[in-house]
């Protein structure tokens, strides 16, 4: 029953295997140096002070990164209120209104603003936000951060408003249920989870941005009193600690490199969370 | 016809066409609906009924490319009169679907009282007065009268069916449309459904397309015969099974053909 070329298509079968094997390996490589580098050149410099002092003046030894940790979760929040309302409003109307054409537009133009290098969005910010405003500033840098979860989010809560069956939306509206209603009352209910995750998502995916940062925010050493004021953020400061020339400065930018990605670590399991919840519940 | 002879009408179409796009997919149709019993409708796959009774509540229009003519009137109102919103025709015209459909992230007893609920009903003496009636009304009320805050996905597939007859129900529609109810349950669900159609027709006008021969001879009074969007012969049940005035009807329902 042994075909004849029997022992070269086996051998064939386990060549292949292992490639793919080795191709499996190579993508979790990458995550691996990272976590190990970080969590033995970073652990040993995190201590309460790096979360509670300020960075102290140049050359000098110790502080820490207080006002970026607070200024990164500030650029969050702007960008989230940016960003969400915009993106979700956008998914709605991609999913349940307008007509093909101009849905299909938007779509296309949805994609490719999704694949706009970071740096762009910060010159288009600085030219015009900063420049206009004569300098950089919290709100710019929240700005430009909002603009790219935009797409992000409107894209993904699109699809997840497509993934809710049709029947649902037929039932309520064979109620008498007015379709704005239906819409909100059904149709994102049921979705709620998805959507949710799609945000949680895109903030993770902003909250390391750099590039767009570097011309918008300014960065600072101290605590900002307003929006319009430059503000401090964890990728920037990773960025100047680990290009300056001090071995305290490289010393921080580890733990700091740490923190921000303990922070996205922080995200995505919250999503592994609540999808996990979701499949629970058969949705 | 003689078949309305002793029943006040609830719906009175007259010269009916629809189209999707292109498509005649019913074509120039006058019935008359009669208040109080069970019509259905019958006819192979393709021909046009449930457009037909979609239309009978505007449903037909969540098709963006759909487009009427002709003329439906629900106990003397033009429901397609220009200042009438197919919202108040909805609650007015109640519907049922082929795949049961509660919705997944409610329980049962606001499964029930959803369509009051977000039409404005706030009382909450009301909703709970309503939720029992309407589950009553629709057989299930002791299945699950010690859970109904349980999820409403948890019941069976037959229980969830008669969750959205009761959830049809508790907007009190005057005229409830059924879309295949039972094709998608076992045989003792569909039963049970059947018998409930039959205890619904004292209260309500119910209008029920089905692809079983033997389920429409069961409940209904009348029946309507489609084909290829037309209507080919309307009449009262006994005579559409027993002695159908069109050889193209005998031949349906003695299953030569379709």
Not at chain 1, 18 to 31: E, K, Q, R, S, W
Not at chain 2, 102 to 112: A, C, D, K, L
Request: glycine residues 8%; hydrophobic residues 50%; charged residues 15%.
């Amino acid at each position: 029953m042994t075909a004849p070329n029997h022992q070269w298509r086996q051998f064939k079968d386990v060549l292949m295997q292992i490639i793919t094997l080795a191709c499996a390996i190579l993508v979790i490589v990458p995550l691996i140096l990272v976590f190990y580098h970080l969590i033995t050149e970073g652990f040993s410099s995190l201590n309460l002070d790096f979360f509670i002092h300020l960075p102290k003046a140049l050359g000098e030894k110790g502080g820490g990164m207080a006002n970026a940790i607070v200024g990164t979760f500030v650029l969050i929040c702007e960008a989230a209120i940016v960003g969400v309302p915009i993106g979700v409003l956008g998914g709605v109307y991609l999913s349940e209104y307008g007509g093909t054409k101009f849905n299909w537009a938007i779509r296309f133009a949805a994609d490719i603003l999704n694949g706009v290098p970071s740096i762009t969005w910060g010159v288009v910010v600085y030219g015009l936000m900063v420049v206009p405003m004569h300098g950089p500033s919290a709100l710019a840098g929240g700005v430009v951060l909002g603009l790219m979860m935009i797409p992000l989010v409107m894209r993904t809560t699109e699809e997840v408003l497509q993934l809710v069956p049709g029947g649902y939306r037929e039932a309520a509206l064979a109620l008498g249920i007015a379709k704005w209603k239906t819409i909100v009352q059904i149709v994102i209910r049921t979705a709620l989870k998805g959507i949710i995750t799609g945000i949680l998502l895109a903030l993770a995916r902003i909250a390391g941005e750099t590039a767009p940062l570097l011309f918008t925010v300014g960065g600072a050493l101290g605590w900002a009193h307003s929006l319009k004021e430059p503000i401090a953020a964890l990728p920037l400061q990773i960025y100047l600690y680990a290009t300056g020339p001090y071995e305290d400065w490289h010393r921080q930018a580890w733990a700091g490199a740490l923190v921000l990605l303990l922070l996205v670590l922080a995200i995505n399991i919250g999503v592994r969370f609540l999808t996990r919840d979701r499949f629970q519940q058969k949705i | 016809m003689a078949a309305n002879e002793n029943n006040s009408v609830a719906l009175n179409v007259k010269n009916l066409s629809v189209f999707f796009g292109k498509n005649h997919a019913v074509k120039n149709v006058s019935l008359d609906i009669s208040a109080c019993a069970v019509t259905a409708i019958i006819g192979p796959s393709g021909c046009g009924k449930s457009t037909f009774l979609r239309a009978l509540n505007r449903m037909h229009e969540l098709n963006p490319e759909a487009r009427m003519e002709g003329e439906i009137k629900l106990f003397g109102d033009d429901i397609y009169s220009r200042n009438v919103e197919p919202v108040v025709v909805r609650r007015r015209v109640g519907m049922v679907f082929q795949k049961s459909n509660p919705f997944p992230t409610m329980s049962i007893n606001e499964n029930v009282t959803v369509g009051l609920r977000l039409n404005g009903v706030r009382d909450k003496k009301i909703l709970i007065e309503r939720t029992e009636q309407s589950l009553r009304m629709a057989a299930l009320w002791d299945e699950v009268k010690d859970r109904l805050g349980a999820p409403a996905i948890s019941l069976s597939g037959g229980q969830q069916q008669r969750l959205c007859i009761a959830r049809a129900l508790a907007v009190q529609p005057e005229v409830l449309l059924m879309d295949e109810p039972a094709s998608a349950l076992d045989p003792l669900a569909t039963s049970k459904i059947e018998e409930l159609i039959l205890q619904l027709k004292k209260e309500y006008t119910i209008v029920i397309v089905t692809h079983n021969m033997q389920q429409a001879a069961r409940v209904s009074d009348f029946t309507a015969f489609f084909y290829i969007g037309e209507l080919v012969e309307f009449d009262a049940t006994t005579k559409i099974f027993t002695s159908p005035s069109k050889k193209q009807t005998e031949d349906y329902v003695t299953g030569r053909f379709g």
